[in-house]
């Protein structure tokens, strides 16, 4: 696992990291089979003073992880149906994370098929829900972490543009809509919609 994120770059703004994050690799190891992607869409959520963040409602048994050390994984259901892939964020006791919303397939492309039961590229990772499954990441996943673990891990990537990162407001949430801790890629393809 050459250029595995180390724990500092997880550390510290979540806004930052939600932004830095853009261009990584994202990589699951299932089966003998590796399956990678860039992450291409984030979104950051926030403490106890950030409405539609976890945190907003304390420390609870399904959001206790946005309280660990940085580099952790925080997974949860959503809907009773989509698996959401977070990354811990700020230092150990602070609560933060990122929401990995969409990356772009770039190895193990028919295992995500298989995975999401289609025999298309077009839509495969282009959404959280659609990441998650294609990449076969459940609540098995929640605390993993992402530093050492042998199986999830985020590697360097190619850094994007400062130019081609574009913000906009938060999908999804039915408070805080104004802000704009959405990020992705310009132009990229598996941006969701």
């Known amino acids: 696992m050459p250029n ?28 003998g089979v590796t399956l990678r992607g860039k992450i291409v869409e984030t979104e950051a959520y926030f403490d106890q003073d950030d409405p ?4 907003a409602a304390g420390r609870t048994r399904r959001s206790r992880t946005m309280w660990g050390k940085p580099g952790l994984v925080y997974v949860y259901l959503v809907y009773g149906v989509h698996y959401m892939l977070n990354v811990v964020t700020e230092s150990e006791g602070k609560p933060g994370a990122v ?7 770039l190895s193990g ?22 990441l998650t499954q294609g990449l076969g990441i459940t609540l098995e996943e929640n605390e993993l972490d992402l530093v050492n673990s042998p199986d999830l891990w985020i590697e360097a990537g190619e850094e994007v543009e400062e130019g081609l990162i574009e913000r906009s407001t938060r999908i999804g949430v039915s408070t805080g809509k104004e802000e704009e801790l959405r990020f992705y890629v310009r132009g990229n393809d598996y ?3």
């Not at 939600?18 to 190891?29: D, E, I, P, Y």
């Not at 929401?99 to 397939?105: H, Q």
């Not at 492309?109 to 659609?130: F, V």
């Open 4 to 31: 595995r994120l180390k724990r500092e770059f997880f550390t510290g703004d979540t806004e930052g990291v939600a932004k830095r994050l853009l261009g990584t690799v994202l990589s699951k190891r299932a089966g």
């Open 52 to 55: 539609p963040s976890h945190a």
């Open 99 to 105: 929401l990995i919303r969409a990356v772009e397939p």
């Open 109 to 130: 492309i028919e295992e995500m098929k298989e995975n999401r039961g289609t025999n298309s590229s077009k839509s495969l990772t282009d959404g959280p829900g659609k």
């Open 191 to 193: 941006v969701s919609r």
